[in-house]
């Protein structure tokens, strides 16, 4: 895999913005409190400065004012942390733009336990549960720059309040630009009959790899990439279930409330299953190296690979 990109969907995030306004996205608008440099929103800043608005560091007031803005008929994208955008204005996002159900994108970087050194404070493993509890919300996490980019211009043709999901750390990039991203809509990556894996974000890398040791073990898994988490492929998770008979979830966020809790609820109601969880239990992260933490944290190939042949046996 040496010839494989490892790019920052965070940056996928920013070059989205800039390449949907020179496609003619006029009403496009970028908002966001003062983290552009971290955000990448100020590559569309340089590009488009007159269309870029600093909030400062008040994320509230950064939500009310894009809601605003998309009553005029603007598309604002309100970009922060996702501590901060989901966390901190997490009643701004219910009450001003999820109540009204109106236009308003949300483009949340820096999650999960990869931000790192920033530790506990910043590293938010919640905002799958927050913002899924939205109802209306679109809740979108992709896992590599093609399908970052993707999601973007997908959210802003949807009409409607999305959440995006980016991340801080650089990921490989599988996906080929063949591939195409649809809100609500799963991915098989690698057709499988003994157990499936299903991920997003940057765990779906971690699980392509755990399905090639897995293979060479002679259980051949079923990887799936879920990247909308909110509306989730019912269809797609389903016939997976049903093919293998059973099914690990791997998320970069808590085990509470985010993709390993939908699709229990959805495979408990509709196709009673053995599920195994694999994300962030019930407990903060600390400060550390990206890396160390995933590995600490069980979010690495080496765990999911473990985790699996042990459910198969």
Known sequence: ????????????????????????????????????????????????????????????????????????????????FAMFAAGRAFEQVRNSIGYPHLNVKIGATHAGISVGEDGASHQCCEDFALMRSIPGMVVICPADDVEAKQAVKAAYKYEGPVYLRFGRLAVPVFHDESYKFEIGKGEVIREGKDVTIIANGLMVAEAIEAGKALAEKGIVAEIINIATIKPLDEELVIASAKKTGKVITVEEHSIIGGLGEAVCALLGEKCPTPVKRIGVNDEFGHSGPAKALLKQFGLSAENIEKVAEEFVK
């Not at 340089?46 to 008040?58: L, Q, S, V, W």
Request: hydrophobic share 45%; aromatic share 4%.
């Open 1 to 80: 895999m040496a010839d494989v990109k490892n790019i920052a969907t965070r940056e996928s995030y920013g070059n989205a913005l800039k390449e949907l306004a020179a496609e003619g996205a006029d009403n496009l608008v970028v908002l966001d409190a003062d983290l552009s440099a971290a955000t990448k929103t100020g590559i569309f800043k340089k590009a488009y400065p007159e269309r870029h608005i600093n909030c400062g560091i008040a994320e509230a007031n950064m939500i009310c004012t894009a809601a605003g803005l998309s009553t005029m008929g603007l598309v604002p994208f309100a970009s922060s």
